[in-house]
Protein backbone atom coordinates (compact mmCIF):
# COMPACT_ATOMS: atom_id res chain seq x y z
CA UNK A 1 0.00 0.00 0.00
CA UNK A 2 1.35 3.44 -0.72
CA UNK A 3 0.55 6.91 0.55
CA UNK A 4 -0.31 9.73 -1.56
CA UNK A 5 2.82 11.38 -1.36
CA UNK A 6 1.18 14.74 0.21
CA UNK A 7 -0.96 15.00 -2.86
CA UNK A 8 -4.56 15.13 -2.17
CA UNK A 9 -6.77 12.97 -4.61
CA UNK A 10 -3.52 11.19 -6.42
CA UNK A 11 -5.36 7.86 -4.67
CA UNK A 12 -7.66 8.49 -7.43
CA UNK A 13 -5.58 9.19 -10.12
CA UNK A 14 -5.20 6.37 -12.44
CA UNK A 15 -1.95 7.33 -14.07
CA UNK A 16 -0.65 7.18 -10.65
CA UNK A 17 0.99 4.59 -7.84
CA UNK A 18 0.41 6.95 -5.16
CA UNK A 19 -2.30 6.18 -2.61
CA UNK A 20 -2.67 2.62 -4.07
CA UNK A 21 -2.27 -0.93 -2.85
CA UNK A 22 -0.13 -2.83 -5.18
CA UNK A 23 0.07 -6.15 -6.68
CA UNK A 24 3.56 -7.62 -6.78
CA UNK A 25 4.94 -11.00 -8.57
CA UNK A 26 7.36 -12.96 -6.01
CA UNK A 27 10.50 -10.60 -7.76
CA UNK A 28 9.06 -7.27 -7.44
CA UNK A 29 7.52 -6.64 -10.83
CA UNK A 30 4.22 -5.30 -11.43
CA UNK A 31 1.91 -8.35 -11.73
CA UNK A 32 0.65 -9.03 -14.79
CA UNK A 33 -3.29 -8.17 -15.95
CA UNK A 34 -5.22 -11.35 -16.01
CA UNK A 35 -9.20 -10.50 -16.70
CA UNK A 36 -9.68 -14.14 -15.11
CA UNK A 37 -8.04 -14.12 -12.14
CA UNK A 38 -9.34 -11.95 -8.88
CA UNK A 39 -7.30 -8.95 -8.21
CA UNK A 40 -7.39 -7.61 -11.85
CA UNK A 41 -6.56 -3.81 -11.83
CA UNK A 42 -8.18 -0.57 -11.83
CA UNK A 43 -10.70 -0.15 -14.72
CA UNK A 44 -8.84 2.01 -16.88
CA UNK A 45 -5.42 1.27 -15.95
CA UNK A 46 -3.28 -0.71 -18.48
CA UNK A 47 -2.83 -4.22 -19.69
CA UNK A 48 0.54 -5.27 -19.41
CA UNK A 49 3.13 -6.32 -22.10
CA UNK A 50 1.90 -9.81 -24.45
CA UNK A 51 6.01 -10.24 -24.34
CA UNK A 52 6.69 -11.66 -21.03
CA UNK A 53 10.62 -9.93 -21.71
CA UNK A 54 9.50 -6.96 -22.06
CA UNK A 55 9.00 -4.46 -19.19
CA UNK A 56 5.92 -4.36 -17.38
CA UNK A 57 4.10 -1.08 -17.19
CA UNK A 58 3.76 -0.03 -13.59
CA UNK A 59 0.20 0.60 -13.48
CA UNK A 60 -0.60 -3.04 -14.39
CA UNK A 61 0.15 -3.52 -10.13
CA UNK A 62 -2.69 -1.41 -9.29
CA UNK A 63 -4.89 -3.15 -7.43
CA UNK A 64 -7.34 -0.79 -5.36
CA UNK A 65 -6.84 3.11 -4.77
CA UNK A 66 -8.49 6.30 -2.80
CA UNK A 67 -5.50 5.85 -0.04
CA UNK A 68 -3.82 8.83 1.38
CA UNK A 69 -1.99 7.12 4.55
CA UNK A 70 -1.97 3.47 4.82
CA UNK A 71 0.07 2.12 7.53
CA UNK A 72 -1.46 -1.50 7.56
CA UNK A 73 -1.95 -4.46 5.40
CA UNK A 74 -3.96 -7.76 7.56
CA UNK A 75 -5.32 -11.04 6.09
CA UNK A 76 -8.78 -11.26 7.06
CA UNK A 77 -9.35 -14.90 6.28
CA UNK A 78 -11.95 -15.96 3.96
CA UNK A 79 -12.84 -11.86 3.61
CA UNK A 80 -9.55 -11.24 1.83
CA UNK A 81 -7.50 -8.59 2.52
CA UNK A 82 -8.10 -5.39 5.06
CA UNK A 83 -5.82 -1.83 5.11
CA UNK A 84 -5.81 0.28 7.12
CA UNK A 85 -6.20 4.15 6.50
CA UNK A 86 -6.04 7.55 8.07
CA UNK A 87 -9.42 9.38 7.04
CA UNK A 88 -10.54 12.68 8.71
CA UNK A 89 -10.13 12.14 12.34
CA UNK A 90 -10.22 8.65 12.65
CA UNK A 91 -7.68 4.97 11.41
CA UNK A 92 -10.18 2.87 8.96
CA UNK A 93 -9.89 -0.54 8.57
CA UNK A 94 -11.42 -1.53 4.97
CA UNK A 95 -11.34 -4.43 3.16
CA UNK A 96 -9.55 -3.84 -0.28
CA UNK A 97 -11.15 -5.63 -3.46
CA UNK A 98 -10.35 -4.98 -6.65
CA UNK A 99 -10.94 -1.83 -8.31
CA UNK A 100 -12.34 -0.32 -4.98
CA UNK A 101 -12.25 2.92 -4.20
CA UNK A 102 -10.91 2.88 -0.63
CA UNK A 103 -11.58 6.55 0.40
CA UNK A 104 -15.18 5.46 0.32
CA UNK A 105 -15.42 2.29 0.95
CA UNK A 106 -17.12 0.70 3.75
CA UNK A 107 -15.38 0.61 6.98
CA UNK A 108 -14.99 -2.51 8.97
CA UNK A 109 -13.96 -0.82 12.22
CA UNK A 110 -13.29 2.94 12.85
CA UNK A 111 -9.96 3.72 15.06
CA UNK A 112 -10.56 7.28 16.56
CA UNK A 113 -8.08 9.14 16.44
CA UNK A 114 -8.48 10.35 20.53
CA UNK A 115 -8.33 7.03 21.26
CA UNK A 116 -4.89 6.17 19.78
CA UNK A 117 -6.11 5.63 16.02
CA UNK A 118 -4.64 2.46 14.58
CA UNK A 119 -1.11 1.13 12.69
CA UNK A 120 -1.23 -2.37 11.79
CA UNK A 121 -4.12 -5.07 11.86
CA UNK A 122 -4.26 -8.57 12.70
CA UNK A 123 -6.73 -11.12 12.25
CA UNK A 124 -6.94 -14.98 14.34
CA UNK A 125 -9.35 -17.47 14.99
CA UNK A 126 -11.00 -15.40 17.93
CA UNK A 127 -9.96 -11.33 17.50
CA UNK A 128 -9.45 -8.81 14.75
CA UNK A 129 -7.00 -6.43 16.24
CA UNK A 130 -4.91 -3.24 15.62
CA UNK A 131 -1.72 -1.83 17.34
CA UNK A 132 -1.91 2.17 18.08
CA UNK A 133 1.89 3.62 18.83
CA UNK A 134 0.52 6.85 20.80
CA UNK A 135 -2.01 4.64 23.36
CA UNK A 136 0.50 1.70 23.87
CA UNK A 137 -2.25 -0.69 23.59
CA UNK A 138 -3.90 -3.35 21.26
CA UNK A 139 -7.65 -3.09 20.18
CA UNK A 140 -8.78 -6.38 19.77
CA UNK A 141 -12.64 -6.84 18.82
CA UNK A 142 -14.34 -10.09 19.53
CA UNK A 143 -15.29 -11.95 16.50
CA UNK A 144 -18.82 -12.96 16.51
CA UNK A 145 -20.42 -16.27 14.93
CA UNK A 146 -22.17 -14.09 12.16
CA UNK A 147 -19.07 -12.41 11.04
CA UNK A 148 -19.67 -9.21 12.76
CA UNK A 149 -18.31 -8.38 16.00
CA UNK A 150 -19.84 -9.14 20.00
CA UNK A 151 -18.77 -7.41 22.81
CA UNK A 152 -16.98 -4.18 24.00
CA UNK A 153 -13.36 -3.69 21.92
CA UNK A 154 -10.73 -5.47 24.78
CA UNK A 155 -7.47 -2.96 25.54
CA UNK A 156 -4.45 -5.24 25.70
CA UNK A 157 -1.10 -5.19 26.59
CA UNK A 158 -2.04 -1.03 27.40
CA UNK A 159 1.23 0.41 28.73
CA UNK A 160 2.96 -2.68 28.93
CA UNK A 161 5.71 -2.86 26.08
CA UNK A 162 5.42 1.22 25.30
CA UNK A 163 4.76 1.83 21.02
CA UNK A 164 3.61 -1.49 19.18
CA UNK A 165 3.55 -0.99 15.34
CA UNK A 166 3.74 -4.21 13.60
CA UNK A 167 1.22 -7.10 14.63
CA UNK A 168 0.95 -10.66 13.29
CA UNK A 169 -1.37 -13.46 14.29
CA UNK A 170 0.42 -16.54 16.01
CA UNK A 171 -1.52 -20.03 16.94
CA UNK A 172 -3.69 -20.40 20.02
CA UNK A 173 -5.37 -17.38 19.42
CA UNK A 174 -1.92 -15.47 20.30
CA UNK A 175 -0.71 -12.19 18.42
CA UNK A 176 2.82 -11.24 17.75
CA UNK A 177 3.38 -7.32 17.64
CA UNK A 178 6.44 -5.02 17.67
CA UNK A 179 7.58 -2.04 19.59
CA UNK A 180 9.28 1.27 18.09
CA UNK A 181 10.33 2.42 21.41
CA UNK A 182 13.22 3.57 19.52
CA UNK A 183 11.90 5.91 16.65
CA UNK A 184 13.00 8.97 18.54
CA UNK A 185 9.27 9.25 20.37
CA UNK A 186 9.28 6.57 22.64
CA UNK A 187 10.94 5.90 25.95
CA UNK A 188 13.41 2.85 25.03
CA UNK A 189 14.05 0.62 27.97
CA UNK A 190 17.16 -1.45 27.70
CA UNK A 191 15.79 -4.65 25.94
CA UNK A 192 14.14 -2.23 23.47
CA UNK A 193 13.01 -2.77 20.35
CA UNK A 194 11.63 -6.36 20.97
CA UNK A 195 8.90 -9.00 19.42
CA UNK A 196 6.22 -9.77 22.36
CA UNK A 197 3.83 -12.31 22.70
CA UNK A 198 0.02 -11.08 23.30
CA UNK A 199 -2.52 -13.34 24.52
CA UNK A 200 -6.37 -12.90 23.41
CA UNK A 201 -7.95 -14.70 25.96
CA UNK A 202 -8.39 -17.70 23.10
CA UNK A 203 -5.99 -19.63 24.04
CA UNK A 204 -2.77 -21.03 25.65
CA UNK A 205 0.19 -18.39 25.79
CA UNK A 206 2.09 -17.05 28.79
CA UNK A 207 3.21 -13.93 30.18
CA UNK A 208 6.64 -13.99 28.88
CA UNK A 209 7.99 -10.60 27.73
CA UNK A 210 9.61 -12.03 24.44
Known amino acids: ATGDAGVTGAGNDPNSLAGKVLRL ?3 GRPAPADESAPG ?6 RAAPSDPAAPADPLTAVYAGGLSNPTGLCALGTDGVGVVDRIGPADVLATVSPGADLSSAPAI ?4 VSDGGAVD ?13 DAHLVTALTLGSNGGFTGAPAQLAKNT ?4 LSLETGTQGLLWATTANRDGHGDPQPRDDM ?3 IPTGGGAGGDGLD
Open 25 to 27: DEF
Open 40 to 45: TPTPGT
Open 109 to 112: WSFP
Open 121 to 133: CARNEVVLAATSL
Open 161 to 164: YGRL
Open 195 to 197: VVV
